[in-house]
T-cell receptor
Framework: RKEVEQDPGPFNVPEGATVAFNCTYS??????FFWYRQDCRKEPKLLMS???SGNEDGRFTAQLNRASQYISLLIRDSKLSDSATYLC????????????FGRGTSLIVHP | DTGVSQDPRHKITKRGQNVTFRCDPI?????LYWYRQTLGQGPEFLTY????????KSRLLSDRFSAERPKGSFSTLEIQRTEQGDSAMYLC??????????????FGPGTRLTVT
């Protein structure tokens, strides 16, 4: 089983739709969680951190479920510019800090 | 621009040649990471520095790969005797971190390596 798993998609949605991505992780000691966005042939860019209490940034909401070992990203009112690959990142804090990336979920928002 | 920079952006080399990439992190960041990314996959961890100390190295990293961060600032990644399977995007990221804590990483634009 991979340490971090994501459905690669693509998720093909119309503008204005709400879309949700899940990401599961296998290491129960994981403590840090992030969502990154990566545009085609560009570097990953931090979208948001994921906190235990959940957090929201505009149209984006991230949730953490430690019991089931998954994080989620909800995008409301999708825009064409949201088309990208969304990477889930999980890390175990402590002496060494090695983030593990999922393979990413591709989102295509169409008019 | 005070972000992470990488040089060169593109490198084409023949199999068997050595290549070296450079990464300049965000100046106040003490942690520096190297990743490799191939098409359709997420970044794969290669190695990580905290200041000048190399703290972790992926088990997947062959002995043809070596990285340094001599003064705790910029870092270099060298690949010796390149193979076609080394063709990938090599990403550098930096962050600020203390023992027991973790902060977001910021990525450079990457170096795209093509081995012919």
């Amino acid at each position: 089983r991979k340490e971090v798993e994501q459905d690669p998609g693509p998720f093909n949605v119309p503008e204005g739709a709400t879309v949700a991505f899940n990401c599961t992780y296998s290491n129960s000691a994981s403590q840090s969680f992030f969502w990154y966005r990566q545009d085609c042939r560009k570097e990953p860019k931090l979208l948001m951190s994921v906190y235990s209490s959940g957090n929201e940034d505009g149209r984006f909401t991230a949730q953490l479920n430690r019991a089931s070992q998954y994080i989620s990203l909800l995008i409301r009112d999708s825009k064409l510019s949201d088309s990208a690959t969304y990477l889930c990142v999980v890390a175990t804090s402590g002496g060494s800090y090695i983030p593990t990336f999922g393979r990413g979920t591709s989102l295509i928002v169409h008019p | 621009d005070t972000g992470v920079s990488q040089d060169p952006r593109h490198k084409i080399t023949k199999r068997g040649q050595n290549v070296t990439f450079r990464c300049d992190p965000i100046s106040e960041h003490n942690r520096l990471y190297w990743y490799r990314q191939t098409l359709g996959q997420g970044p794969e961890f290669l190695t990580y520095f905290q200041n000048e100390a190399q703290l972790e190295k992926s088990r997947l990293l062959s002995d043809r790969f070596s990285a340094e961060r001599p003064k705790g600032s910029f870092s270099t990644l060298e690949i010796q005797r390149t193979e076609q399977g080394d063709s990938a995007m090599y990403l550098c990221a930096s962050s600020f971190g203390l023992a027991g804590s973790s902060y977001e990483q910021y990525f450079g634009p990457g170096t795209r390596l093509t081995v012919t």
